[in-house]
């Protein structure tokens, strides 16, 4: 088995993959029918649906499984990490977004998939004529998205009025009942995108190692419990309850927001035979290895330290 063919219709585990290759993505496949579709479509082509949702995940995994489909995979990220962390620049040849959420009002504008930062992202790992399709019901959101999508100066962006597709999505058909108008719009990358300084894309680094530190104090994670701290501006932890296993390893339940993206893990101690202890994440959680992790568990590992050259009270 190819590596390639390792990825095929499992969920992707992100702490044990460096990049993943697609031909074809789709960003928030809700029910999965859509990323059926295009497995069917395009069977030929490698198909990533990227999801927040575990509910969603499931149906889509079902119905993978049904089907027999061997085209498609799917990861459970917020897109614009996951296109952040694990997707080659100039290697996609189309994304899909259907229905995404609008977010109507003005305030909550900034958390609409396609601001010009999201679509800097996407069109930067598109290829040279790759697109990004978008399907709304929503007037306004199109607006905007045509709008920002200018801003970066490097899409044709071409309308399709009823396109053949022999799919409708769920939030397609109850929008269609309600008589609202469709609309798609295609952003086709025709250059490399201008990236205006005013735009900043999350800063989160992956790194190919994770934290093991040999420390020579022992970390009383009971004291930890429901306790916040800010470790830097953009990486912040808060601790949630702690165990203790029989042969000297303790755990505890760790929720660390680094920039926009939120890892939940548990953290890990274990003394050794020389009365030292090592502080790491444990094996079995699901994090990915990032900047944000290694200089948590750094801080972690000298929290004592910190607490008496600086009179600051972090137990
Ligand atoms: C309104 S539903 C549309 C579902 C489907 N595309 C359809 O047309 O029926 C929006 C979907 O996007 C997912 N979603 C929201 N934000 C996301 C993000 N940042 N990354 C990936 N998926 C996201 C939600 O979980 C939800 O399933």
Redo the contacts with the bound molecule.
């Keep these: 088995m190819t590596d390639e063919n390792a990825l095929i219709n499992f969920q992707i585990n992100p702490k044990r993959l460096d990049k993943i290759t697609a031909d074809i993505i789709?960003?928030?496949?809700?029910?999965g029918?859509?990323t059926v579709y295009l497995s069917k479509k395009f069977k030929d082509k490698k198909i990533l649906g990227?999801?927040?949702?575990g509910e969603?995940i499931n149906k889509l995994s079902k119905k993978i499984k049904k089907e027999n489909i061997k085209n498609v995979f799917y990861i459970k990220?917020?897109?614009?990490i996951?296109f952040q962390l694990f997707i080659e620049d100039n290697s996609v040849e189309a994304i899909f977004?259907?229905?995404?959420?609008p977010w109507p009002k003005k305030r909550h504008h900034k958390r609409r998939?396609t601001t010009a930062e999201h679509l800097l992202l996407f069109a930067k790992k598109l290829k040279k004529e790759g697109f990004i399709q978008l399907?709304t019901d929503h007037p306004d959101f199109l607006d905007f998205s045509i709008q920002e999508a200018e801003k970066l100066n490097c899409f044709e962006i071409i309308q399709l009025e009823n396109p053949e597709e022999s799919i409708k999505?769920?939030?397609?058909k109850k929008w269609l009942q309600q008589e609202k108008k469709i609309f798609i719009v295609r952003f086709i990358k025709k250059s490399e995108p201008n990236e205006p300084t005013s735009l900043t894309i999350p800063k989160i680094k992956k790194v190919n190692y994770m934290p093991k530190l040999k420390i020579k104090d022992f970390v009383d994670f009971t004291e930890l419990e429901g306790r916040t701290f800010k470790i830097e501006p953009n990486l912040v932890v808060k601790f949630f309850r702690s165990f203790e296993r029989k042969n000297e390893e303790w755990l505890i339940e760790t929720l660390l927001v680094e920039d926009n993206y939120t890892h939940y893990f548990f953290t890990y101690l274990k003394k050794l035979p020389d009365n030292s202890f090592v502080l790491s994440v444990s094996d079995f959680s699901e994090v990915i290895k990032t900047e944000g992790v290694v200089k948590f568990i750094k801080w972690l590992s000298d929290i004592k330290e910190k607490n008496k050259e600086e009179n600051k009270t972090y137990f």
């Excluded at 789709?26 to 029910?31: L, R, S, W, Y």
């Excluded at 990227?50 to 949702?53: R, T």
């Excluded at 999505?169 to 397609?172: A, G």
């Design positions: 789709e960003i928030g496949f809700g029910n029918d859509y990227i999801e927040i949702s969603s990220l917020p897109a614009t996951a977004i259907n229905f995404p959420d998939i399907k999505t769920k939030y397609e």
